[in-house]
């Protein structure tokens, strides 16, 4: 079998980043985003192994072809490569750099996400349209986890007139009270999710999941324990792998019910799975959270990989996708608002998905010195847009957190040295408060019981579904 196209580069000149949902909206924007980004400021014998997963085997084929197209067009059309490279630019030398492979996984199937990850971590990687032979990655550098669902049903018009008359434009359109959660939630069937499981012992039956916290968080969070192997690090030299967790600005305190952890019956869903994103990637690092978030790092897959991967934590800003059911018109419509409300001044109406891919190509990419030296861990990042459309990283602000986990009030405010869109109090909910001591004590509370339910909840399927700890490390089967 003929060695991969990136073999003769040096290790550290190979970046493997994993990306899920991206055959459409924002995941799209963010593999176009990156292989951008990469050939412009990598070095030119460096490789980007680009691995999207999308559901199905022909959503795989139209991705990659779709992310080669836009890797054509970069190359012929970039002025930054012909820069770089100099006069005898060849355009197929960028197109060279950038390998394209795809997976299958449905993150409301937990056995499709363990099967994906043996096939990650023992098995071969594909490339459905044939054009590179299945191989063997190494390692992931990044996991950016994007896919995820709404649950909406629709609008509430009243709502919305209300909210649009005592808001205005651009707060109604940045934290939406109007979005309908579809009644009854979506829950997945048990029984079809264990198959041949469920017949061995039919009193391990594990909790119920609710479809929009599964697709949104949970199968994310077995996910990156599953891909662990290739995320972790055994020597401080080498790069630490990197978990992008996908969010959204408009998740606050009030959208999650620790009562209603999935949010079956009271909160909206969307909204409360974004919200347990957020506690959860903040305070993973958190002393008394490492407590409880300690276990899922240090599997018997890992135990020859003590250096775990870092979480960070990334949102879209707003972007006109199909995440939110609209017929034709609506959807022009809205986009027509959101472009509105950008020229209002709101920072966070990106509209377009590559525009929204921003933030998290960013902490893809970045090196980990400059996110070392922002802390970037302890910040929720937001693709943030100028009114002329320039897009940059912005710290966003969560309710119990604040900017950066730290105490902030209108004084603190007043000494933000940041300029126009990224500064704090641009974008701000109206009624956000101060973040305080207390609040902060009570967000890394927070944190340990989000863990500790999570943790419970992926033990308990692990067990149902006969996944020895570590089974990926030893290629079990499932
Ligand atoms: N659009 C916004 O304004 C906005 C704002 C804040 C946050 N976000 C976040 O951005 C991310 C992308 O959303 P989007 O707006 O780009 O929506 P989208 O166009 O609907 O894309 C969602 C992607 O997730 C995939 N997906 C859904 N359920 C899945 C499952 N069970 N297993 C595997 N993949 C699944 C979809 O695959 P299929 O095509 O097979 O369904 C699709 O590729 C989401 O996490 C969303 O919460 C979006």
């Known amino acids: 079998m003929a060695s991969p196209p990136w073999a003769g580069a040096a290790s550290h000149e190979q970046y493997f980043v994993l990306l899920t949902g991206a055959n459409s909206g924002v995941g799209l924007g963010i593999g176009q985003r990156i292989i951008d980004e990469f050939l412009a ?26 992310l080669r197209a836009h890797l054509k067009k970069t190359s012929k059309s970039s002025k930054q490569l012909r820069a770089r490279a100099g006069p005898d630019y060849d355009p ?21 996400i363990y099967s994906v990850a043996k096939q990650l971590v023992h098995g071969k990687v594909s490339d459905p349209t044939g054009v590179i032979d299945d191989v063997r990655i190494p390692r992931i550098d990044v996991a950016l986890f994007n896919a995820g669902i709404g649950g909406w049903s629709g609008l509430d018009w009243l709502c919305l007139a209300k909210q649009f008359v005592t808001e205005g434009i ?21 029984k079809k999710l264990l198959g041949s499981s469920s017949k061995s012992d039919p009193k391990n039956q594990p909790p119920k999941l609710a479809e929009v916290f599964c ?58 799975s974004k919200r347990i994103t957020d506690i959860m990637c903040l305070t993973a690092d958190l002393p008394s959270v490492q407590k409880v978030s300690t ?21 879209p800003g707003v972007v006109c996708t199909p995440l939110f059911p609209l017929n034709w018109f609506l959807f022009y419509a809205y986009c ?13 109406h990106v509209v377009g998905s590559y525009a929204g891919a921003g933030a998290t190509s960013w902490l893809a990419l970045a090196d980990q010195e400059t ?102 490390a030893n290629g079990h089967s499932a």
């Open 170 to 190: 651009v707060q109604s359109c940045t934290f939406p009270a109007f979005k309908m959660a579809a009644v009854p939630r979506s829950e997945l069937d048990t």
């Open 371 to 472: 996110l070392d030296s922002l802390h970037a861990e302890r910040v929720k990042w937001g693709s943030a847009v100028t009114r002329m459309g320039h897009v940059a990283p912005k710290k966003t602000e969560v309710s119990g957190w604040g900017w950066e986990g730290k105490v902030e009030n209108r004084e603190t405010l007043k000494r933000d040295d940041a300029q126009g869109i990224l500064r704090k109090e641009r974008g701000r909910k109206w009624n956000a408060g101060d973040t305080t001591e207390d609040l902060l004590v009570e967000f890394e509370e927070e944190g340990r019981n989000c863990w500790s339910r999570l943790e419970k909840l992926r033990e308990a399927w692990e067990t149902a579904l006969g996944e020895p700890e570590g089974a990926v």
């Open 41 to 66: 400021s990598r070095p030119l014998s460096s490789h980007l192994i680009l691995i999207p997963t999308t559901r199905s085997a022909s959503k795989s084929r139209d991705t990659i072809l779709s």
């Open 215 to 272: 697709a949104n968080v949970f199968g994310h969070y077995i996910l990156a324990h599953e891909l662990l192997p290739l995320l972790s690090r055994s020597e401080p030299s080498e790069p630490l792998g990197r978990v992008v967790w996908t969010s959204s600005v408009d998740a606050t305190h009030e959208h999650l019910n620790f009562e209603d952890f999935q949010a079956r019956s009271d909160k909206p869903p969307y909204e409360s």
């Open 336 to 348: 027509l608002v959101m472009y509105l409300a950008r020229w209002l001044g709101s920072p966070w």
């Open 295 to 315: 276990p899922y790092f240090s599997s018997p897959a890992t135990a020859d990989k003590p250096i775990k991967p870092r979480f960070y934590l990334s949102h």
């Open 92 to 112: 197929q030398s960028a197109i060279s750099r950038v390998h394209v492979l795809s997976v299958q996984v449905d993150l409301c199937d937990p056995r499709s």
